[in-house]
């Protein structure tokens, strides 16, 4: 079992700077990829950004893209979301998520091929 704890989320104006950050436990944290996903009311969940096992390559969503940056820290088995110039359609509650398979070669988009979820954090920018 993997537990993931989300934490860093708040209330920020447009133009500020957030930064989200994910614990992980419970299995090899090291030798699986990570992935920030979020969901706005009314919406469905989207991906935001993804880091690979070793932190190498990263993916991010076109949205965000410039923005955000995704990195980890695997000796203190944490990942980080780094989220500057903020605008409001970025509101939203933000989730990490732990891949289901070990060791891919890069970090993909799709939430399926996560297994762990975290409880969420909210990220609300003010215009």
């Known amino acids: 079992q993997v537990q993931l704890v989300e934490s860093g989320g708040g209330l920020v104006q447009a133009g500020g700077s957030l930064r989200l950050s994910c614990a992980a436990s419970g299995r090899t944290f090291n030798s699986y990829a990570m992935g920030w996903f979020r969901q706005a009311p009314g919406k469905e969940r989207e991906f935001v950004a993804a880091?690979?096992?070793?932190?190498?390559?990263?993916y991010y969503a076109d949205s965000v893209k410039g923005r955000f940056t995704i990195s980890r820290d695997n000796a203190k088995n944490t990942v980080y979301l780094q989220m500057n110039s903020l605008k409001p359609e970025d509101t939203a509650v933000y989730y990490c998520?732990?891949?289901?398979?070990?060791?891919?070669?890069?970090?993909?988009?799709?939430?399926?091929?996560?297994?762990?979820w975290g409880q969420g954090t909210q990220v609300t920018v003010s215009s």
């Open positions: 880091i690979s096992y070793s932190g190498a390559v990263t």
């Open positions: 998520a732990a891949d289901v398979r070990p060791l891919r070669v890069g970090p993909t988009p799709r939430d399926s091929e996560y297994r762990y």
